[in-house]
């Protein structure tokens, strides 16, 4: 070594020591967290192909319309069939218990016929169920803060439940059920009190005492493989994926049903507190799965592969969007001049949708058409995909 270098390599040395240190703890964090993103690769190698056989209840305001169009394109994009309701309806029965024959090509004595997906609203009825989907069936279900299920609900059901006609407000009604609320009017009321109780099959004028609601909420566990959260839509869509093991983009989605912000009218605070003495039974089925829904998370992905999940779940949502979506943003119905993209309006509600872009190639407009298709424009849709033979369902409203 030069003599001018001498005093030099000590120094050097540490230098080199350092740079070699924090390559190795850079490396040891980059494989740390490549190898976790790289595990639903090879952890759906090692547990197969995606699950193909899917029954979601479709609970009410519960951003349960999104969460069906996502399984409706899915069955469309793998030639699935889906458990389609019969005739000119547009459900599944709602709102009596479901029974098999409100499902097209089910007769009652008929040959057996099962189907890959079935999320049409319809009020749980296991037995009945389990006569049209395949044994291996995942069942799942969302859920809202009744709070705000309740809000969307009495806007939107305003005209058609008795117990909400003749009042002028939620918050009136709160302060007073008793006086518009009567359970004797039969199942047009269920939507004004525990609505999702309700569609879990269950009796939503059962007084919320302990035993009972354990019981039902232990009954929904024992069912229901996933109970995913709407307020965390997107959180509840990486978990739905992984545990369907299915690709990114068949969980991305724009949100469907929105009401407007003007028909948007908040509870005061106490508003919100009899909101949830008088939906006790909801209160209490959102609190016990929005604990389960986040221990969930934690055991099935850890924090660090939701974020990253989540951000790119998000990420390509925006992508999307920007394709697809005229102005980027949702639009009223007067603005949507293509009567197959306009959602159905109901009681005070102005419900949003989409128009596309102009201009988009066939593949990308069949694509984003998917994405923004309402409900009952899609169920009618693939009835007659499914059923060319019948007549195919007549929607009224998109006439008018
Ligand atoms: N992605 C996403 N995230 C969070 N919230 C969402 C999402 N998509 C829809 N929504 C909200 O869900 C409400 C409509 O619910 P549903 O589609 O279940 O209604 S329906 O029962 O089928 O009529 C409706 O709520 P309100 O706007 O409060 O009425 C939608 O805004």
């Not at 056989?53 to 069906?68: D, E």
């Not at 499902?103 to 999320?119: D, T, Y």
């Not at 102009?358 to 693939?382: I, K, S």
């Amino acid at each position: 070594i030069p003599s001018r270098w001498r005093g030099l390599v000590p120094h050097r040395c540490f230098w080199a020591i350092l740079l070699l240190a924090l390559t190795v703890s850079l490396l040891a964090g980059f494989l740390h967290k490549d190898v976790r993103l790289l595990m639903p690769l090879l952890k759906g190698q090692a547990e197969g192909p995606p699950i193909t056989n899917v029954m979601f209840l479709k609970t009410h305001k519960t951003a349960s319309s999104t969460v069906l169009n996502i399984l409706f394109r899915f069955a469309e994009t793998h030639n699935l069939s889906v458990a389609l309701p019969a005739g000119q309806r547009v459900h599944l029965g709602y709102p009596w218990l479901f029974l098999a024959r409100y499902v097209e090509g089910v007769e009652e004595g008929g040959p057996e016929q099962r189907f890959n997906i079935m999320c049409n609203h319809l009020r749980f009825n296991l037995p009945e169920v389990r006569k049209v989907m395949p044994n291996d069936t995942f069942y799942f279900s969302i859920l809202r803060n009744p709070v705000f299920q309740l809000e969307s609900s009495f806007i939107y059901y305003k005209g058609y439940v008795p117990a909400f006609r003749d009042v002028v407000s939620l918050e009136a009604f709160l302060a007073s059920p008793g006086t518009y609320y009567n359970e004797s009017q039969g199942l047009r009321n269920a939507y004004a009190r525990n609505g999702m109780w309700f569609d879990l099959g269950f009796d939503n004028n059962a007084p919320a005492e302990d035993a009972y609601v354990r019981a039902r909420l232990a009954d929904v566990e024992r069912r229901f493989q996933l109970v995913l959260i709407a307020e965390h839509f997107d959180e509840s869509m990486v978990l739905l994926r992984h545990l369907l093991r299915w690709r990114l983009d068949d969980v991305v989605s724009f949100p469907l049903n929105l009401r407007s912000p003007g028909s948007v009218t908040s509870l005061t605070p106490e508003g919100q507190e009899r909101a949830k003495r008088w939906c006790a039974l909801d209160w209490r089925l959102y609190q016990h799965f929005n604990r389960t829904f986040w221990a969930r998370l934690r055991t099935e992905l850890g924090p660090r592969r939701l974020r990253s999940e989540v951000a790119q779940l998000q990420a390509r949502q925006r992508e999307l969007q920007a394709l697809c979506v005229q102005d980027g943003a949702p639009k009223n119905k007067s603005q949507i001049t293509d009567l197959r993209l306009r959602p159905y309006q109901s009681g005070e509600a102005d419900i949003l949708g989409y128009s596309l872009r102009p201009g988009l190639d066939n593949q990308t407009v069949q694509l984003c058409q998917r994405m923004v298709t309402p409900e009952l424009q899609y169920t009618a849709r693939l009835y007659t995909q499914q059923f060319p033979e019948k007549p195919p369902k007549n929607i009224p409203f998109l006439g008018a």
